[in-house]
């Protein structure tokens, strides 16, 4: 078993990392997201100004990591945004074959981000015209090195390569290409891949959709956990009970790496009274006291939902103070389960203050996204499935838009866009970079109006990402959100799995005790291989009992016994059967393992017992290394015996049967 | 070791589907029915009798957990009765829709059947509440460990929204109850599908043993036609239904034609209960067939156009219209009062379920077309139009046995079903097929023997010569092992492989390849070789031959 990280750089929400997996002679590629880092350093269209010194052209991105690791066999995806890149590798030729695995939900939200993004991105070509240089004149500068170097990539190590890393956008129907080799699952469903391996996702709770893989091999069984959460306000919760006992887990998940403690203090600065009544209106909490396993309560306590909640909710009455201000709120944020909790959170606020101001999210995809989080039950955390048995919405979204409250639009021009358009408003829209999208037309509306409010994530530059729209006037809320397991909570959650070998980022090394713990640590780095020891040597087998029936054992020794075995392997669902094979090997030669010597004179009486009329031959060529015996009834056979060799003359086969037979019992031998 | 399969109830009829089936020392009960034609104690299972068969204190040791298929009465009506009343307290599984429409079916009948018939009533709103609580939802292909050892999984069963046949496997034994389920898709459910699985035990419905249906697009027309000429002609349309699933398949149909004809007849459910049971399939869309999620990605199909506010009083209005109301096969409710309505005029018309259940209105106007009807102490003369659907969400004869072959399982049995077609299936699956099948009646039970394995551990080298033996014939040697189907069988018997199996105290039996054997037991190889008497002249003339050579050779050297 062997393990290369092909990028950890973000391994954030937006782009988690990837791994190469290597596994009975199989290569797994663990998640391709796609690295949008390279766009921070171009202009946003249409420029204006001096666009802040940023390239101007039509952007390209960095080509996944996996591009250059070769072909794989399959492929498993944990999340939505960890399959954005594979449309750049599905053409390739060592993927021709390679299958894709990755929930329903997941591959749904994945095709419409990769959708999206290339539709935005298709702004860039309206603008420039298309990008057909092989290598565009912006990338010799020196211009570029310095954007390179602002942009801070530990990548740049070797700077000619680098450039060749940079490639243009794929297009729609390399998406088609990708999602043809998509096969969907639920969560829990267990599938084959290549009859010996058993593929089976579970939630993480990070996200809608997102997914912790089981890869249950002949010898080995393997959890990849990316980043998970424990208990969302809106994605199932995090199902480690079915990855309990894994030989081994890759531990992927880097967000306790990024800061966020900082960011909680800064957050408890602010007042949290005026959240209570929310919290508990939306009733996100629940109690899990039932379950028995005594970490659980530990591990599984509300205090990251109660602080995303009050997260949100802070966020909520910052986006309340600018709207009463009569300024507008620009929310660039692609997470989805923060968007839909930041609208009932929004709406429910305005409501109670009776303050009519509308709310629009202006995205391609948001009417798709918006029907069909309505309609997934399935995927949703247990407080939303008790909505559905009530008989209500899943989401609040679906009452806003009923009420007149929420708008969705496709484009900022869009056909009545303008007619429902009111200032101040609260706009949800993409993209995250602040370079694509109907974000970067908004931004440039309001930039100057200091009443105005723009929320970001925390974790992208946000000095470069706003350097294209300075001057600023515009208020700027930086705030992050739960991405993953805090560091506390690693080795509590390690020792319920109970597994035997746990991958840990290097990054982790320092804050996770080593010491009195029953499992052995690997740390694994980009670039680095690491293998591991074989857990297991031998593959387990079922045999049928008919089979085993019909075997012939012969005692060795008092502790001792063998049998000749002749079956048909059968591998299916990771499961390796073994069934009869009805005829009969070829009868003319075989071998026969014995511990004793060949004793002619043993043979000789042994042959007797059995009723046949033998003796030695008298042959005048005889010598101490060749002896021959011959059989003169039941039929005429002649056995001839060497140090290594027998050979039977018959024309009976029955005879020759028992020849053998008496041949094997003389010398213990099968 | 063996399965044991007891039916409690749609041994030999239509009507409280329950199957308790002890597998692997693990019982589970599928379904758990009521049977609608019966008012006193035949109306549930025998659950009593059953309990002190299995010689168990109560329910919950008894039995490891309930399955439900579906949320129709006649599997799931006696389930609040069973766990409030009889106190099983242990796990229940059904699909997501069945959880959360199942609760509207049996509040409805309950209501049903205490305003109309005074029937005493067996379980209480709170009851069904209570009951539904305790109820795990589960997701199809999701694989479920229930306990250590039982491993159940819902496979996708087209009959209504939310139907699932159901697998379970203990070990190495493995079964699948089919409950109702359809082999064609239909107008907004998909056809039934099930992987290849290695089976024991297949215990499948046989509504329609003996029936082959031809096209459904033909019989949605004649549907069509019938309601077309009705409301054309000023009649009233009654379409006796049950609140959820032929209801939500015939309004798609209609409001389909509806918008296409240009037809502004009103289309009215009589109870909210239609209408907020299509708030439910909004979010269950999902469950519904492919088509309709891939032709819908923003737009919801259960959005109805042209279905209108309807009111009481309105049975007694002028004009045309079309009217759902429920229960089906007019066993009471709203459907029995707009019936004694409209009945007595030509030009209406009443459209009957493909099944009725023997007892019912329903049933008595399938059996030939009476002119009068006596129910209870009313007296109803019929002279309206009657048009039976002839398309109904259960499987026909030839889905039955496709499905039973896909299958390949060990042993086969019928439930609900009717005894004499039952028979001709029976004789058709053991001829056919080549397998045996039983179709036991109500409190009778079978037991099926079972494989087993052992299981041992193989070397790397022996799987690899297995896998080299049976590859050698095979182009994409890659590609081998491959495949999800359980029942791939990969080579022919030519390629089968050798090896030895070696036994040795205190230690787990190991398979490996002869060389092996020899590393490990320091054993040696000795070649066999079986020849004709004639070769050896020939060997014997040949050794002479070279005797002399060496013998000349010898000399030469001299």
Redesign the interface.
């Known amino acids: 078993m062997k393990l290369t990280c092909l990028s950890a750089s973000g391994g954030s929400y937006y782009s988690p990392a990837s791994h190469l997996l290597e596994l009975e002679g199989f290569r797994f590629l663990l998640d391709c997201p796609i690295d949008l880092s390279a766009l921070a350093v171009f202009a946003p269209v249409p420029l204006a100004g001096d666009a802040g010194g940023l390239i101007r052209a039509v952007p390209r991105y960095w080509l996944p990591a996996a591009a250059k690791a070769g072909g794989v066999d399959a492929v498993i995806v944990s999340s939505a945004t960890g399959m954005l890149g594979l449309p750049f590798l599905t053409g390739l030729p060592g993927f021709a074959n390679t299958k894709v695995y990755v929930t329903e939900v997941a591959a749904r939200i994945g095709k419409l981000m990769m959708e999206e993004l290339v539709e935005m991105h298709y702004e860039f070509v309206r603008y420039y015209g298309p990008d057909t240089d092989v290598s565009p004149k912006w990338m010799e500068g020196k211009e570029f090195n310095e954007l390179m170097s602002m942009l801070q990539k530990a990548v740049i190590e070797d700077k000619e390569n680098d450039s060749a890393c940079l490639v243009p956008l794929y297009s729609l129907g390399n998406i088609e290409e990708c999602m043809h080799k998509v096969q969907p699952v639920k969560y829990g469903e267990e599938v084959c891949f290549n009859g010996i391996f058993m593929l089976k996702a579970s939630s993480s709770g990070l996200e809608l959709g997102n997914s912790t893989w089981e890869i249950k091999g002949p010898r080995a069984s393997i959890t990849y956990l990316p980043s998970s959460v424990f208990v969302s306000a809106h994605a199932l919760d995090f199902d480690y009970s079915s990855l309990k006992e894994n030989d081994v887990i890759l531990f992927s998940d880097f967000s306790s790496l990024n800061d966020m403690d900082e960011d909680n203090e800064k957050l408890n600065e602010h007042s949290m009274d005026e959240t209570d009544s929310s919290l508990c209106h939306y009733s996100v909490l629940r109690d899990d006291g039932a379950d028995a396993d005594e970490k659980v309560p530990f591990v599984c306590n509300n205090d990251d939902i109660t602080e995303e909640i009050e997260r949100i909710s802070f966020i909520c009455s910052c986006i309340f103070d600018a709207v009463k201000s009569g300024g507008s709120v620009l929310i660039p944020i692609g997470r989805l389960g923060v968007i839909l909790l930041l609208l009932e959170l929004i709406s429910e606020m305005l409501h109670s203050s009776s303050m009519k101001v509308p709310i629009f999210v202006i995205s391609e995809t948001a009417e798709e996204i918006f029907a069909f989080t309505n309609a997934l039950p399935e995927w949703l955390c247990k407080s939303r499935q008790e909505k559905l048995f009530a008989g209500e919405a899943l989401f609040g979204h679906v009452e806003l838009l009923k009420e007149g409250k929420l708008f969705l639009f496709p484009h900022l021009h869009s056909k009545g866009l303008l007619a429902a358009w009111k200032e101040p408003c609260i706009v949800l829209c993409p993209h995250w970079s602040l370079r694509l999208g109907p974000a970067v037309h908004l931004l440039r509306r309001w930039h100057a109006d200091k009443r105005c409010l723009l929320v970001v994530e925390q974790g992208n530059d946000a000095e470069l990402s706003l350097k294209p729209f300075m001057p600023l006037a515009i208020q700027v809320l930086e705030c992050s959100f739960l991405s993953g397991i805090r560091v506390g909570k690693i080795d509590p959650l390690l020792r319920m799995l109970k597994p035997k070998f746990v991958l840990l980022p290097e990054g982790l090394k320092s804050r996770c005790p080593i010491q009195e713990v029953p499992w052995s640590f690997f740390y694994y780095s980009k670039g680095k291989t690491i293998e591991l020891p074989n857990l297991r040597e031998e593959f387990e087998v079922h045999l049928a009992t008919d089979v085993a029936f019909r075997l012939q054992p012969r005692q060795l020794n008092e502790t001792t016994a063998v049998a000749r075995l002749r079956t048909k392997l059968l591998v299916s669902n990771g499961r390796f059967q073994l069934a009869s094979a009805e005829k009969q090997s070829d009868q003319s030669k075989r071998h026969l393992l014995h511990c004793s010597t060949i004793d002619p004179g043993r043979l000789l009486s042994a042959l007797q017992e059995k009723g046949m009329v033998c003796s030695f031959a008298a042959d005048d060529s005889s010598t101490a290394s060749e002896c021959s015996v011959l059989i003169t009834s039941p039929g005429d056979a002649l056995v001839k015996i060497t140090s290594d060799r027998t050979v039977i003359y018959c024309d009976n086969e029955r005879t020759c049967n028992q020849i053998y037979d008496a041949l094997s019992s003389v010398c213990k031998g099968i | 070791m063996a399965i044991e399969c007891l039916v409690l109830g749609a041994g030999q009829e239509v009507g409280k589907s329950c199957v308790v089936v002890t597998i692997g020392g693990k019982r589970v009960m599928f379904d758990c029915g009521m049977h609608m034609g019966y008012h006193d104690h035949r109306h549930y299972p025998d659950f009593a009798r059953a309990l002190a068969a299995w010689g168990a204190p109560d329910f919950t040791t008894a039995i490891s957990c309930v399955v439900i298929t579906h949320f129709h009465l006649d599997h799931i009506g006696a389930l609040p009765y069973f766990t409030e009343i009889c106190g099983y307290h242990g796990p229940i599984y059904m699909t997501?829709p069945t959880?959360?429409l199942a609760p509207f079916m049996l509040e409805d009948y309950r209501k049903v059947t205490m305003d109309q018939r005074g029937e005493e009533e067996q379980y209480s709103y709170e009851d069904i509440l209570r009951c539904?609580k305790k109820v795990i939802?589960m997701?199809?292909?999701?694989?479920?460990q229930v306990d250590k050892d039982l491993v159940i999984r819902a496979y996708y069963a087209g009959h209504v929204i939310g139907a699932a046949m159901i697998y379970a496997k203990v070990g190495?034994a493995a079964m699948v109850y089919t409950g109702d389920y359809n082999m064609t898709p239909d107008r907004h459910l998909g056809a039934a599908q099930i992987d290849h699985l290695k089976l024991d035990l297949l215990i499948t419905e046989s509504t329609y043993a003996k029936t082959i249906r031809d096209s459904k697009h033909a019989r949605e027309r004649e549907f069509l036609k019938a309601v077309h000429k009705c409301v054309s002609g000023g009649g009233k349309v009654l379409i006796p239904t049950f609140a959820l699933g032929r209801a939500q398949e015939l309004c798609m149909l209609l409001d389909d034609y509806w918008e296409r004809m240009d037809l502004k007849v009103p289309i009215y459910f009589s109870a909210g209960l239609t209408i907020?049971a299509n708030?439910?399939y909004?979010?269950?869309?999902?469950w519904t067939s492919q088509k309709i999620k891939d032709s819908h990605?923003?737009h919801?199909p259960f959005d109805f156009k042209h279905v209108c506010h309807f009111e009481r009083s309105f049975i007694n209005n002028p004009g045309p219209c079309v009217l759902f109301a429920t229960p089906g096969m007019i066993s009471g409710g709203f459907s029995l009062e707009a019936f004694k309505k409209w009945a007595p005029s030509e030009k209406n018309l009443i459209t009957l379920p493909g099944y009725c259940v023997s007892g019912t209105i329903g049933h008595k106007l399938m059996c030939g077309k009476p002119t009068r009807i006596d129910y209870k102490d009313i007296h109803i003369d019929v002279r309206c139009q009657i048009h039976q659907l002839a398309f109904s969400p259960h499987t026909d004869s030839k889905g039955i046995m496709d499905l039973t072959e896909f299958l390949s399982p060990k042993h086969v049995i019928l439930v609900h079903g009717e005894k004499p077609q039952m028979a001709f299936l029976k004789e058709r699956i053991e001829s056919e097929l080549g397998m045996p099948c039983y179709y036991p009646g109500n409190n009778e039970s079978v037991s099926i023997p079972t494989?087993?394995?052992?299981?041992?551990?193989?070397?790397?080298r022996f799987?690899t010569s297995?896998?080299v033996e049976?590859g050698k014939r095979s182009l994409h040697k890659r590609?081998l092992?491959?495949?999800?189907?359980?029942?791939?069988?990969?080579?022919s018997?030519?390629?089968?492989?050798?090896?030895?199996?070696?036994?040795?105290?205190?230690k787990s039996p190991?398979?490996l390849c002869?060389d092996e054997?020899?590393e490990v037991?320091?054993?040696?190889?000795?070649?066999?070789?079986?020849?004709?008497?004639v070769?050896?002249i020939v060997?014997d003339v040949e050794?002479e031959l070279q005797?002399a050579k060496a013998a000349d050779l010898d000399s030469d050297g001299k």
């Open positions: 997501y959880k959360a539904m939802p997701d199809l292909k999701q694989t479920i190495d907020q708030v439910y909004k979010m269950l869309i999902g990605a923003v919801n494989t087993q394995n052992l299981k041992m551990s193989a070397t790397e799987i297995c896998a049976q590609n092992i491959c495949g999800t189907g359980l029942s791939e069988v990969i080579g018997d030519e390629e089968a492989a050798e090896g030895i199996l070696l036994m040795e105290k205190h190991k398979i002869e054997l020899l037991l320091g054993m040696e190889q000795h070649l066999v070789q079986f020849e004709p008497m070769s050896r060997a050794s005797r």
